[in-house]
Nanobody, 128 residues
Framework: QVQLVESGGGLVQAGGSLRLSCAASGRTFSNYVMGWFRQAPGKEREFVAAITWSGVTWRGGDTYYADSVKGRFTISRNAKNTVDLQMNSLKPEDTAVYYC?????????????????WGQGTQVTVSS
């Protein structure tokens, strides 16, 4: 099993920034894809961003973003087992519970069912 714990959510005004972190522990794989999803009230959980990395070299690789966050959000590897999501120029429509997810493999995935492990989520609220 892989355990994922998110942190860094909170309340921010529109135009502000937040940085989310996801710490992974437990079972390790040779290669991972780490993703961020979000779910607003009454809406489906949607893909935000993903990054591939090697569990052997612990080097980050490819990144991919949803069109709605491209240019505003940045996903990166912060430490050996931590992935960050830097969110700038936040909008009220970014308000949601943000979830970290993980899957073994090397290919970027954007669908919820493609990820095997999930964190509990962290609330992000952007006020207008």
């Amino acid at each position: 099993q892989v355990q994922l714990v998110e942190s860094g959510g909170g309340l921010v005004q529109a135009g502000g920034s937040l940085r989310l972190s996801c710490a992974a522990s437990g079972r390790t794989f040779s290669n991972y894809v780490m993703g961020w999803f979000r779910q607003a009230p009454g809406k489906e959980r949607e893909f935000v961003a993903a990054i591939t990395w090697s569990g052997v070299t612990w080097r980050g690789g490819d990144t991919y973003y949803a069109d709605s966050v491209k240019g505003r959000f940045t996903i990166s590897r912060n430490a050996k087992n931590t992935v960050d999501l830097q969110m700038n120029s936040l909008k009220p429509e970014d308000t949601a519970v943000y979830y970290c997810a993980a899957r073994a493999g090397t290919e970027i995935a954007t669908m919820r069912h493609e990820y095997d492990y999930w964190g509990q989520g962290t609330q992000v609220t952007v006020s207008s």
